[in-house]
């Protein structure tokens, strides 16, 4: 047993047992190294990384190679997902020296932290042009022993080329109408109209883009906008990248046409598009739309959600195939006569036709990953559903992926917003109140009594790391959207008390520009800072988004000033690359619609009446519109100050830009505000 005994993090605790002589993240690992005067090997990697997987069992759990690993190096091991600021800053190095980057990542540093040589996955032995970990290892410690010199050169240069790398924010301004039409027609060239999504294999789900778009054509009616919307999601929720048993998406596809996945389940993932389908129904009635998002819920609910209410972060793409061989999506595939030996032999064919499975396969080994190929054809629902639910039961006998259960308090926000929302639309109040039992372990686990965030927990026990920029934005994103839907305004306050740590401690005050880590946070070799989205919206856009909503509810002149001053860059980044900004652009579409504020007033929160209009307002489409809802006399939101009923009936008030309409007491009326442009 390692250093890594006792952590929080499930991936570290996966290397506890390797005979390397793994520390965390940590002073104490730099100190040893300088004592003893070796580099240091920093491996990072995360639960759900197939790649991470195979690397520990052919060289991590390999006596040879952890020998010469502590007799030469200090070895640490980090959780990306738990220390997002330490993979940032040295995957930022790697792919500036080598032009591309992943998981496992792989860097020698010298006793300082700098890093020397780079690289992600190494095999046992050379291959495909690769040399082998252990000849690497040799290369790393002869070049230490041998020519420290030029080693302290590169890594010196590396620190300083790092250090120039500043992100120029003076005076840019929001994007306007000339920016995001410019960013549409950017991402119209980049569009796959033939499959759906953008660019070509591999071929990540566009969560944040689909955002953009949808609000996009909420304000301007550009039909093109929502085309692209609406058949990426169809073909997205076809195809095997969707769980056509089980619900949820899996992390991407390897391939263009959304068929074979990468088969991890993230959180992120699931509650990021579980809120795209809630906005698409919202928008088009969708009956697939209505379902997906339905069905994600519910996989949330079920295989992610833990016991203290939170939600874990992934389940592994690997399982057991049934002979004791961990095996990528065995958990998923079928041939078949599997299909046949649970279902029988006509509901069996059925079956294959219904989901693409043939003889062939469209995975490895025959296998095939269900699918809904048929683009025509008639087929009975009820034996659908029957052939679908015993299917799911006959898989859930198999050996289940591994779950990583720790609770990230960004992705835990993400989920908040999409389940609060999801369960409103839908009246599925279960889906509310798990939304209100994760918000309730954030609160009373991850946020100290100075309204600091940590940044994971586990089993209730609260991770030692500090929170970062998209925790304090995407946690606040989530209590608004909580407060919207539940009208307890105590989740605005505690949205406030988030963001006024956005200004105080991850703003430059002099740009507007925001940091991923905190102005007192651990010191790494250069300060992260990234706008650009990656699987999660960038905690920057997050951040503007959150400060733009709570300004809208409370008027705070200095949160929407924050808001405007940080999507300065999105004016800057959108028009040459809006796939990679898509938070931001959704967040430039509710600016310039104002956003609109909706306050809701009724005799009693329970009055049907009041639930009537309520629910109008949570469905209206105009982008990032900020509901308020109580009776007259509340003080739970600043929107209903001296809003009043319109004799003695419920009454809803919609603003903008310091301008509102007159009350309406009709839900006919109030959507017809709310749909105007």
């Given amino acids: 047993m390692n250093r890594l005994a006792g952590v929080t993090s499930p991936y570290l605790l996966q290397h506890a047992d390797n005979p390397v002589d793994w520390w965390p993240w940590g002073p104490e690992a730099f100190e040893e190294a ?144 000339q920016e995001l039409a410019q960013a549409l027609l950017g991402l119209t060239r980049e569009y796959d109209p033939q499959r759906g999504g953008f660019g070509g294999a591999p071929k990540f789900p566009p969560s944040m883009v689909l955002e953009f778009l949808l609000r996009h054509h909420a304000r301007t009616g550009a039909e093109g906008a929502l085309q692209m919307a609406r058949d990426t999601c169809e073909r997205m929720a076809r195809g095997g990248l969707y769980d056509q048993l089980g619900g949820g998406f899996a992390r991407y ?34 009956d697939l739309a209505r379902r997906v998002a339905l069905e994600t819920a519910d996989f949330l609910m079920r295989e992610l959600r833990t016991p203290e209410g939170g939600f874990a972060s992934a389940l592994d793409a690997d399982s057991d195939d049934g002979t004791g061989r961990s095996v990528e999506g065995a958990y998923y595939v079928w041939r078949p006569e599997q299909l046949t030996a649970v279902l029988g032999e006509d509901d069996g064919r059925l ?97 100290d009594e100075h309204a600091r965030l940590a940044r994971t927990s586990r089993d209730g026990r ?37 963001l006024d740590q956005v200004l105080t401690r991850f703003a430059d005050p002099e740009t507007g520009a925001l940091f991923d880590t905190a102005s007192d946070a651990e010191q790494l070799i250069r300060r992260p800072q990234d706008p650009t989205d990656n699987a999660t919206p960038s905690g920057w856009s997050a951040a503007a988004a959150a400060l733009l909503g709570y300004a809208a509810h409370t008027g705070s002149a200095s949160h929407r000033t924050a808001a405007e001053r940080a999507l300065g860059i999105v004016g800057a980044l959108g028009p040459r690359v809006p796939r990679f900004v898509g938070w931001g652009l959704a967040a430039a579409e509710a600016l310039l619609d104002g956003p609109r504020e909706v306050a809701v007033v009724g005799p009693a929160k329970d009055d049907e009446r009041t639930a009537a209009l309520h629910r109008t307002a949570l469905l209206g489409n105009a982008p990032g519109a900020v509901v308020a809802y109580g009776t007259p006399d ?39 505000r709310l749909d105007a442009r």
């Fill in 351 to 447: 079956a294959a036709r219904y989901f693409g499975v043939t003889d062939e396969g469209t995975f490895e080994h025959g296998q095939s990953v269900l699918q809904l190929p048929q683009s025509d054809g008639v087929f009975d629902a009820q034996r659908i559903e029957s052939v679908r639910s015993r299917l799911l039961a006959a898989r859930a006998g198999r050996p289940a992926p591994g779950r990583d259960d720790k609770v990230v308090a960004a992705w835990n926000g993400l989920a908040i917003a999409a389940l609060a929302e999801t369960g409103a639309y839908f009246d599925r109040p279960d889906l509310v109140e798990a939304a209100l039992g994760a918000a309730d372990l954030l609160v009373r686990v991850h946020l």
């Fill in 462 to 498: 609260v991770g030692p790391n500090a929170g970062v920029l998209e925790d304090y934005a995407d946690v606040a994103e989530g209590f608004l959207a909580l407060a919207s839907v539940t009208g307890e305004g105590v989740w605005l306050d505690f949205a406030g008390l988030l």
């Fill in 253 to 286: 596809s390897v391939d263009r046409d959304w068929v074979v996945p990468h088969f991890e389940k993230m959180l992120y993932d699931n509650a990021l598009l579980c809120r795209v389908y809630a906005h698409l129904w919202r928008a088009t009635g969708s």
């Fill in 34 to 177: 300088k004592r003893r005067d070796v580099p240091v090997l920093l491996s990072v990697g995360y639960s759900a990384c197939h790649w991470c997987h195979v690397m520990a069992h052919e060289s991590f759990e390999d006596q040879a190679t952890a020998d010469y690993l502590n007799e030469h190096f200090v070895s640490v091991k980090v959780d990306r997902e738990e220390r997002p600021d330490v993979d940032a800053v040295y995957m930022e190095a790697v792919q500036a020296a080598t032009g591309q980057g992943g998981w496992p990542m792989t860097v020698f540093l010298t006793p300082d932290a700098e890093p020397f040589y780079f690289g992600t996955y190494f095999p046992p032995a050379p291959r495909h042009g690769m040399p082998s970990f252990r000849q690497v290892l040799e290369g790393v410690e002869q070049a230490w022993s041998t020519r420290r010199d030029e080693v302290g050169e590169v890594a010196g240069k590396i620190v300083r080329d790092l250090a120039q790398r500043e992100i120029g924010h003076q005076g840019a301004r929001p994007p306007g109408e």
């Fill in 634 to 672: 509340g003080e739970e939101f600043p929107l209903l100050a001296d809003r009043a009923l319109v004799d003695g009936a419920p009454t809803a008030y919609v603003c903008r830009n310091f301008v509102c309409d007159l009350p309406v007491t009709d839900p006919a009326a109030l959507k017809a």
